[in-house]
């Protein structure tokens, strides 16, 4: 065989191993946010544990693969920004960025107590947090006016903004879309992590946004449609959306609320709640179990 020929084999071969590697330590990481989302709202007796598992795999492939941060330096003027729109994530949210340095993990045992850093809802004394999320609805408002900003001064930064279902049905949300639009906002990336359950119920029963692609789309951004526990396709739609031209971008991350813990998949009740001694002990070992069928 041509000697050109091997070449180019070995490389793809070089890639695809690479893409593997990449991907599975990813999961990994995703894997342990949830970990240390049940961690510590089992240790504070309180906090939202359902989006916080939910969210982990897109935030493991934001901070870990696509998000230009410097965690010696968080106020860093050309890093990428981060909105958690849907501020009650917070679990999820502060063990990202404790494992990526922010922080000591150690002090995640400070969620929700007095005078720490890791409130309930992210507040912006604590490293690596851009928005004091806590009111649906605002955090496409308030990326907006980064984006903007990172226009007017030149920069190169994307802007990268997470919401929830339930709080699509905020009119604030649809606003500012037409706005991101009009501003032809090609900075901003919103991602939706479309987990199916809100605080009451199904979201499709209490207001339904579907077909949430197409509704994006009539709005003027770019839509992507993805499964939102699939790392190869968040990771690969990530590099899509950062390219996108002329128009802001949109990733439906079609989630499940809970995911990786039985008992929790789609059960509005653990939106805001969080386990018992008994359910906690279940939902370690079951998270356990899926890291060890993933190194396999």
């Not at 934001?62 to 849907?86: C, I, T």
């Not at 789309?217 to 990771?235: L, N, R, T, W």
Request: proline share 4%.
């Amino acid at each position: 065989m041509d000697k050109n020929k091997i070449m180019k084999i070995k490389n793809f071969q070089d890639t695809e191993n690479l893409r593997f590697s990449r991907v599975s330590e990813l999961r990994k990481i995703a894997n342990e946010i949830r970990k240390q989302s049940l961690i510590i709202t089992h240790r504070a007796q309180s906090g939202h544990p359902g989006g916080s598992l939910s969210e982990a795999d897109i935030l493991a492939a934001l901070y870990f693969y696509k998000l230009r941060v410097n965690p010696k330096n968080p106020n860093w003027e050309d890093r990428d920004r981060f909105v958690l729109s849907k501020g009650h994530a917070s679990p999820g949210y502060y063990a990202a960025l404790a494992m990526k340095g922010y922080f000591p993990m150690k002090e995640l045992e400070t969620f929700r107590k007095i005078n720490s850093r890791l409130q309930g809802h992210p507040e912006l004394k604590t490293p690596g947090v851009d928005f004091a999320g806590g009111s649906l609805g605002q955090g496409v408002c308030f990326a907006n006016g980064i984006a903007i900003a990172g226009k007017l001064d030149n920069k190169k930064y994307k802007v990268y903004v997470l919401i929830g279902d339930g709080e699509s049905q905020e009119g604030a949300v649809w606003e500012a879309a037409m706005a991101a639009a009009h501003h032809k906002l090609d900075n901003l990336v919103v991602i939706l992590d479309k987990n199916q359950v809100q605080e009451t119920g199904k979201t499709k029963d209490v207001m339904n946004i579907d077909p949430a692609p197409d509704k994006w789309k009539s709005f003027g951004f770019e839509a992507f449609d993805i499964d939102g526990h699939d790392m190869e396709k968040i990771v690969e739609t990530l590099d899509k959306a950062g390219n996108v031209k002329g128009k802001p971008a949109i990733i439906v991350a079609n989630t499940i609320k809970g995911k990786g813990v039985s008992f929790m998949e789609l059960n509005y009740k653990f939106h805001g709640k969080a386990p018992d001694d008994e359910q906690f002990k279940q939902a370690m070992e079951e998270l356990s179990k899926i890291c060890c069928e993933a190194t396999k």
